[in-house]
């Protein structure tokens, strides 16, 4: 082949190939429009009533599961909280009130009344405070379910406020705060200063400094979160003659002489928590459970004394009380204590498994602070009933230190648990003083 053949056929290449690639890359033509025809109403439902399928008979929208996959579901949507009240209308004395008795509440429908047995049940949507005056408050109260306790005040006379409804609104959570609501009116001139107590007999559980605007009173107070209990409590609300200054002394003392000499200007009003007939029936309970708790702490306690007397070949005193040993002889236990022996056939291993197995394990039941009832009726009982087991639990460990002291054995490891300011006989005698001061004082609180 010639030189000029070659150069023909190399620039027919270079000419040719830019068309070659236009037309191989180039994007394709955009697709023809045309009008289907129409389809008929049979065709329509042959299609619905069979979905299109591939080759092998399956739908090709849907896609295999996969086994391996995680799945993942949703987040369920909350359900609308609602807020529900529990109404009671209560006399000063913490009776129920009759049907009928109009409330300090008003709702779209009017004033709310107390249902049968002085009871009623209802949505809080609506509602509102009614206060003395004819003024509507909103109700402020979380959603959920509340209990409202409205008790009646006898008129006053010559005091500080005159308040014709007292209001604790608790929430069924104890966690959360009840509200404490005084509405009335006061001869107080603006800017005086009461110093409000809620008291359970003479503990102060709550309270606060309200401050007047005016004729009228309005106090929606939030009280410390606990657990509520049925009694019927003292309202007092105190003006303070050393808290008040000259120009607004002077003032108090145009409506109340006494201001002038110092005096305090006091109103006592009733706040019932439930009804007095629950209140009762609580008062029981928790001295049935308290009684228990005492009565199993003297039993183990004489258990322990007999079992330690006769180990060490002695004769119990307390086994001359016929009612303290017919008390002591019904205790599950009292069986494992007369089979311990005496002297060198003293069971080591029965009485080990007795005071760090059997007796802890019944003693829990009364010692969980949880297993109080109502703790805040009786604080200081609730705080000392757990003292008291820890006290027993400390002779436990004495007498079982003397025991083995007395039978030439060492002291156990697991009575080092006790920790002893005078030599083991001197202890003991210390501790069981402190276990019959424990007792007396929860007696005197709760069941005298």
């Known amino acids: 082949m010639s030189e000029h053949s070659t150069d023909r056929m190399l620039w027919l290449a270079i000419l040719v190939i830019p068309v070659v690639a236009w037309l191989l890359f180039d994007s394709p033509p955009a697709p023809t429009n045309f009008e289907p025809e129409p389809t008929t109403v049979s065709e329509r439902d042959q299609r619905t009533e069979n979905p299109a399928t591939d080759s092998d008979g399956e739908d090709p929208a849907i896609v295999p599961e996969d086994p391996g996959a995680i799945r993942i579901d949703p987040e369920p949507t909350p359900a609308a909280k609602i807020l529900t009240l529990k109404i009671r209308a209560l006399s000063s004395r913490g009776d129920l009130l009759a049907q009928g008795t109009p409330l300090p509440l008003v709702n779209n429908h009017g004033q709310v009344l107390a249902g049968a047995g002085g009871r009623l049940e209802m949505s809080g949507d609506g509602v509102r405070w009614l206060a003395s005056a004819g003024t509507e408050y909103p109700l402020e109260l979380a959603e959920g379910n509340w209990i409202l306790d409205c008790t009646f005040q006898e008129p006053s006379v010559d005091a500080p406020v005159q308040v014709p409804w007292l209001v604790h609104a608790r929430p069924e959570d104890p966690m959360l705060s009840a509200h404490l609501i005084i509405s009335g009116q006061t001869p107080l001139p603006p800017g005086s200063r009461l110093v409000v107590h809620m008291l359970d007999g003479e503990s102060v559980l709550d309270g606060g400094i309200l401050t007047t605007q005016g004729e009228q009173i309005w106090w929606n107070r939030k009280l410390v979160p606990r657990d509520w209990f049925a009694t019927l409590l003292t309202l007092r609300v105190q003006w303070r003659a050393s808290a008040a200054t000259g120009a607004l002394l002077e003032k108090v003392a145009e409506v109340w002489e006494p201001a002038l000499r110092g005096d305090n200007w006091t109103w006592e009003g009733s706040c019932g928590v439930d009804d007095r007939l629950e209140a009762l029936r609580q008062s029981g309970e928790i001295?049935?459970?308290?009684?228990?708790?005492?009565?199993?702490?003297?039993?183990?306690?004489?258990?322990?004394?007999?079992?330690?007397?006769?180990?060490?070949?002695?004769r119990a005193g307390l086994l001359r009380d016929d009612e303290r040993v017919d008390q002591m002889m019904d205790h599950p236990l009292a069986g494992s204590i007369d089979g311990l022996g005496r002297g060198k056939r003293f069971d080591f291993m029965r009485w080990r498994r007795l005071i760090d197995e059997e007796l802890p394990e019944r003693w829990r039941e009364w010692a969980d602070p949880a297993a109080v009832p109502w703790p805040d009726r009786h604080p200081g009982a609730a705080k000392n009933i757990g003292l008291l087991f820890h006290t027993l639990n400390k002779y436990c460990r004495l007498e079982s230190t003397i025991v083995y002291g007395h039978l030439g054995k060492p002291r156990h490891v697991h009575d080092f648990v006790a920790d002893f300011d005078w030599e083991p006989m001197t202890e003991r005698t210390q501790t069981l003083k402190k276990i019959r001061n424990f007792i007396a004082a929860i007696r005197e609180t709760i069941l005298e």
């Open 287 to 314: 001295a049935a459970w308290f009684k228990q708790a005492l009565n199993e702490v003297e039993t183990s306690r004489d258990l322990l004394l007999v079992a330690g007397a006769k180990a060490r070949g002695k």
